[in-house]
T-cell receptor
């Protein structure tokens, strides 16, 4: 079985631009979570989606948004990019909305210049 | 507000040594605690998960313990190998928001041949 797939793997954007990151969960997993990991720190929770509904949101500005599709894949959108948005964005899938069974993808490295 | 702290931030040991990584959390009302491994620039690999009702979990050379009352967990690695070199992250989820993992900043481990 394929693991959690994230695309693209690397991305360079200019301040003020918009970016869309994509995640495909493990087959059968209905929950997708997004995390931001700044260099040298632990991941910070951004969103969780379960059965296409937002189940939780972390302390991030409204410039961050996400959605989940009927096939359970997900997109994370970030508008009006700031230099501080440069980070590794991790997607994790799990069978349900509980706090276990997470499988993380390899992440998308976003650099804002 | 739950906070997770990991000590030490970095550790360098010779091959074959047994070692202990520490994790502390401020709110004992946790749903579970997980230990992850992260190789440079990569995603997270789940190592061990301890439910709030459990005291320890073992997998191969790894043993994790949980003491909720003191807000502490330890990850014991026996007979360390160069392949164990990575960053080890501790994460907790709360009883009232089990979908959200709160991470520490990690311990960067180097095992010297």
């Amino acid at each position: 079985d394929a693991g959690v797939t994230q695309s693209p793997t690397h991305l360079i954007k200019t301040r003020g631009q918009q970016v869309t990151l994509r995640c495909s969960p493990i087959s059968g997993h209905k929950s997708v979570s997004w995390y931001q990991q700044v260099l040298g720190q632990g991941p910070q929770f951004i969103f969780q989606y379960y059965e296409k509904e937002e189940r939780g949101r972390g302390n991030f500005p409204d410039r961050f948004s996400a959605r989940q599709f009927p096939n359970y894949s997900s997109e994370l959108n970030v508008n009006a990019l700031l230099l501080g948005d440069s980070a590794l964005y991790l997607c994790a899938s799990s069978p349900d909305s509980g706090g276990y069974g997470y499988t993380f993808g390899s992440g998308t490295r976003l650099t804002v210049v | 507000k739950q906070e997770v702290t990991q000590i030490p931030a970095a550790l360098s040991v010779p091959e074959g040594e047994n070692l202990v990584l520490n994790c502390s959390f401020t709110d004992s009302a946790i749903y579970n605690l997980q230990w992850f491994r992260q190789d440079p620039g990569k995603g997270l690999t789940s190592l061990l998960l301890i439910q709030s009702s459990q005291r320890e979990q073992t997998s191969g050379r790894l043993n994790a313990s949980l003491d909720k009352s003191s807000g502490r967990s330890t990850l014991y690695i026996a007979a360390s190998q160069p392949g164990d070199s990575a960053t080890y992250l501790c994460a907790v989820s709360a009883m009232d928001s089990s979908y959200k993992l709160i991470f520490g900043s990690g311990t960067r481990l180097l095992v010297r041949p």
